[in-house]
């Protein structure tokens, strides 16, 4: 199947500093990727939707100057934590539809990119 | 996109069939069920997806009622490797978004 990336896998910021990840669609382009974050023993939740080429759209409560998000390229969509604090420390996962476009096939998700903020 | 109901925890002896259920009362006509499950600190993983018929790949058997108010995903012969939180998720198929949203799921534990 379609491999999505993550880097960094982990990464530990002091409070206030500005975390960037980036998530690659490997062997296949995507206009569309999906950021998602998880607190331990929670189920994943929608933070935004990565449109190639404008701008991202968020969902209700994630504060997008917070959550900054790139799409720049049809295989890299990057999420910056700006400012992070200790209760941004979670677990990041993003997601890419294959095809180039949303659809209703399978997803594929990256391995998820663990932030601890001190 | 309808709402799903999963009961929180599961129990399977390794090398026997999981059956792993899911409510969608509230699915309309046009709404595929989706099931992903998530491996501890893993990314999901796609399983299998239906609209109506009964569907089987490599992986799973996914048996949808005839009112598709629920279906059951089939694990027929469950590793110690399927211990995994399995979501089941309802989603319009010719969504625009692709969003998939993610409930509770069901915490399968297999047991040796």
């Known amino acids: 199947g379609a491999v999505v990336s993550q880097h960094p896998s982990r990464v530990i910021c002091k409070s206030g500093t500005s975390v960037k990840i980036e998530c690659r669609s490997l062997?296949?382009?995507?206009?569309?990727m999906f950021w998602y974050r998880q607190f331990p023993k929670q189920s994943l939740m929608l933070m935004a939707t990565s449109n190639e080429g404008s701008k991202a759209t968020y969902e209700q409560g994630v504060e997008k100057d917070k959550f900054l998000i790139n799409h720049a390229s049809l295989t890299l969509s990057t999420l910056t934590v700006t400012s992070a604090h200790p209760e941004d420390s979670s677990f990041y996962i993003c997601?890419?539809?294959?095809?180039?476009?949303?659809?209703?096939?399978?997803?594929?998700f990256g391995p998820g990119t663990r932030l601890t903020v001190l | 996109d309808a709402k799903t109901t999963q009961p929180p925890s599961m129990d399977c002896a390794e090398g026997r069939a999981a059956n792993l259920p899911c409510n969608h009362s509230t699915i309309s006509g046009n709404e595929y069920v989706y099931w992903y499950r998530q491996i501890h600190s893993q990314g999901p993983q796609y399983i299998i997806h239906?609209?109506?018929n009964n569907e089987t790949n490599e992986m799973a058997s996914l048996i949808i009622t005839e009112d598709r108010k629920s279906s059951t995903l089939i694990l027929p012969h469950a590793t110690l490797r399927d211990t995994a939180v399995y979501y089941c998720i309802v989603r319009t198929g010719s969504s625009n978004t692709g969003k998939l949203i993610f409930g509770q799921g069901t915490t399968l534990q297999v047991k040796p």
């Open positions: 239906g609209l109506k």
């Open positions: 062997d296949f382009q995507a206009t569309t």
């Open positions: 997601s890419a539809p294959p095809g180039g476009g949303p659809s209703y096939n399978e997803q594929f």
